[in-house]
């Protein structure tokens, strides 16, 4: 069955099907919040805080932690007009492409992968398939999240 572009609204197992795509809003990603996340986390590694390091690295200018980005993905998830009728996350398998640089804008296609109901019947498993790209449309991260949600 072929998916369709999802408006408006919760949906559970019974309103997906696999292909179904949900586009986040767009972000940008910038040195405030950069600095906010290695003061959390503690990870104040030099391409992140210093632009002069991470060219000396190769990159043009300071790189958001990738753990920032993911966060910033899921919280762009959880703020679309189209929502998953979701219970709990259960696990992510990601991956880095390219860096996102401070300045960068990032948004998220997501597309259900699979579906599966659980032994109870009242919840399901949907596999969402990830793409992060920049504003020039280039991936900077890719994954999957499964996702618990109401049936």
Do not use: C
Not at 56 to 64: E, K, L, N, P, Y
Not at 124 to 151: H, K, P, S, W
């Amino acid at each position: 069955m072929t998916g369709r572009l999802l408006g408006p609204g919760r949906y559970g197992l019974a309103q997906l099907v696999e292909g179904d795509v949900i586009e986040t809003a767009r972000q940008v990603v910038d040195t405030a919040m950069i600095d906010a996340f290695a003061a959390l986390t503690g990870d104040r590694f030099e391409i992140h805080m210093d632009a002069d390091s991470a060219r000396r690295h190769g990159f043009a200018d300071r790189v958001a932690h990738g753990l920032l980005v993911l966060s910033l993905v899921d919280g762009l998830k959880n703020q679309t007009p189209a929502q998953f009728d979701a219970i709990a996350s259960l696990g992510w398998d990601w991956g880095f492409a390219a860096p996102v640089l401070a300045g960068d804008e990032i948004g998220a296609r997501i597309t259900v992968a699979g579906l599966r109901p659980t032994s109870d019947g009242k919840r399901g498993i949907a596999t969402l398939d990830f793409d992060v790209t920049n504003q020039r449309g280039e991936t900077v991260q890719r994954g999957v999240n499964r996702l618990m949600i109401y049936a």
